[in-house]
């Protein structure tokens, strides 16, 4: 039998305890959506968490007390509030102003020389996530007691509202021994160890704190992840990896599946499909989602663990038009048409936290990053520029993150028609659903009744645009990679990869194994 993996750390409150793992870093439950409304409804969403950091300090010991004033105090300073209301004054939505005033405040924190002022910077987060959870109506949840916290860092006032007296620990990556949480644990006699470095765990492993000795001992199988360099990782995404699906003729085919929701994640099987298309704006409900930085990287570091070693293609935001965002409704660029990609570049706020988000998760997976609606070259080269600037900030603060693959979207005409000029693109992936609807300019409505008509020439356009590829990684996402009435066509066009919802996967595999990679049916069928 394997021995218990025993990680060495150091130690930041003596004590030994034991305990089912509590993992801090995955997504809560989909949040009922809420608009943001302006400045005064962040006034409001301040206001609600000093109140909560009030309940939290009545009765509180003097150094629990110490610590929610200092969160009280930051949250009234003036100049905060001044930074906020300049940055909405150069139109620059509330919830986003609000996001970098912060940020731009801890990574100051993050660099600072000495180790008590770096420390700070976790309490600056969690001023912020907790406002950010006011506007979005998702209050920070409190975990299991008895339970061993493990995660990157620990906000404190998530340590003071925890129930400590039925036991439990604490074990973080990273972590310092001077912030005001391992102050905490020392004064409430909870163990705790930080700089364990990153390791293997699921929800309820037992878990072993060691705050005398300065380790954590994990069950049998688990172990250290070893920290990665933020390199550029391989574009293994769209390539078919692992032959489990062959044409008749023998050509091999690769059958990846969509992920809408979240809730979708847990259903997900690493031995069966990676991630063709995970549609990321399901997963966020309102602005104050968008502005979560932490929450997006909890959700798509879940899909990638999920899928083990098979790639994962996560979708920028493909807000707009008929998918508004909760809380951006009122923003001149909906009411401009713009969509996708344009408008990820219209209010690049947005796009630099899930790029933030996206960097980080690389770091734990095979993950390629596809850009919705993209029409010209010079959207992708833009979005680029945002991840490589992004990816240098991560450095400066010492994140542990990747830059991906980054592709596109072939959902309208125009690009298909050219995509021989979109030369910075890792990738490409067909979305028929819009390629057809702009191509027939039909309504979204009408797709079904007009498809068959339509189907010829999405076919000639995809056959088309395959070519000039010239070699690059091709897939297909959209229905009719789902149709088997549609195989024929589509495989002799050239696609070798599909991507389909869960459901239509059997058919697809089984429809396949019929015919030949040009897409006539086998002899014998």
Known sequence: MAEPLRLKAKSASPGIASGPAFLAERPGAAPAPQTAGGYGALEMAIDISIGELERLAEGADPESRDIIDFQIEVLRDPSIAEATGARV???????????????AYIGELETADEEQMRARAVDILDIKNRVLGALAGT?????????VFVGKDMEPSRFLAHDWSKGGGIALFSGSTAGHVALLARAKAVPMVVGTGRFSAEDGDPVRVDGDAGAVVLQAGRMLIPPLVPTQAPAGDTQIESVELRTADGVPILISININDPAEIDSLDPATAGVGLMRSEFSIASIADAANEERQLAIYRRVLEQAGEKPVIIRMLDIGGDKPLVGLEDLPALDSGLRGTRLLLARPEIARVQARALLRAAAFGGLSVMLPMVTFPDEIDRMREI??????KLGRRSLLHRMPPIGMMVEVPAAALMLDTFGSAAFFSFGTNDLTQYLAATARDDLEADAGKTAPAVLRLIAQAVKLAAGKPVSICGDMAGDPHYLPGLLAAGLRHFSVAPARRPAIRSAITGFNADGTRAAGE
């Open 89 to 103: 004054e150069v139109d620059e939505n509330v919830v986003f102003a609000w996001v970098a005033t912060l940020d």
């Open 387 to 392: 991840f490589r600037e992004e990816a240098e």
């Open 139 to 147: 209050p920070i949840a409190d975990f299991p007691p008895g339970s």
